[in-house]
């Protein structure tokens, strides 16, 4: 059996990456509530109260699930939470990993917190001794693409027509970034 991947804080100039704590998920319901980050983050339309909520925290806070790291992104300067990331599907036979991220206050948008926590999340990804890190990224959001882009990742294919939004089926990239 693999170990436990252990939520440790990570810190870069702007970001703190930490375990999330029951205080959290109020900002968390909000997120999963609005519209416009479900539709970025790929989340599904179902129901997330406060009891999807507290399970979902004791999911990614025990650090007992060896396939997923999911920590809060938090701004330095004053302590707010203003997002999440996750590598999932943690494979160490295979090297591989999924990586994900929201970040959930839409005034933080552009100031380069996403590009800083995925750097910090490629570090530990590299800490783990992957060899490539995923995502999926729907094809309709280019300032996700561009984010992905300018990491150094590449796109490995296209799921054609996957995901359905209310304006049709829109195509799916995936994306990968190699550790040399």
């Known amino acids: 059996m693999t ?11 702007q970001v703190r990456l930490r375990a999330f704590r029951r205080e959290d998920l109020p900002r968390v319901i909000a997120w999963r509530r609005d519209d416009e980050l479900r ?6 339309d179902a129901p997330f109260g406060a009891r999807e909520a507290q399970r979902w925290l004791r999911a990614v806070s025990n650090g007992a699930d060896a396939s997923r790291v999911t920590l809060a992104v938090e701004r330095r300067a004053d302590g707010r939470l203003v997002g999440l990331t996750n590598l999932t599907r943690i494979d160490r036979r295979a090297g591989t990993a999924y990586f994900g991220i929201v970040i959930g206050e839409k005034d933080c948008w552009g100031q380069g917190i996403a590009s800083e926590s995925l750097r910090l999340m490629l570090r530990r990804a590299a800490a783990l001794r992957l060899r490539k890190v995923l995502l999926e990224v729907a094809a309709d959001n280019p300032r996700a693409i561009e984010l992905y882009r300018r990491a150094g990742f590449q796109t490995e294919g296209v799921l054609r027509r996957q995901l359905a939004r209310p304006e049709g089926f829109v195509d799916v990239m995936v994306m990968a970034f190699f550790f040399a």
Not at 3 to 13: D, F, H, I, Q, Y
Not at 39 to 44: E, K, N, T, V, Y
């Open 3 to 13: 170990a436990a991947v252990r939520p440790r804080a990570m810190r870069g100039e």
């Open 39 to 44: 539709r970025g983050a790929l989340w599904s």
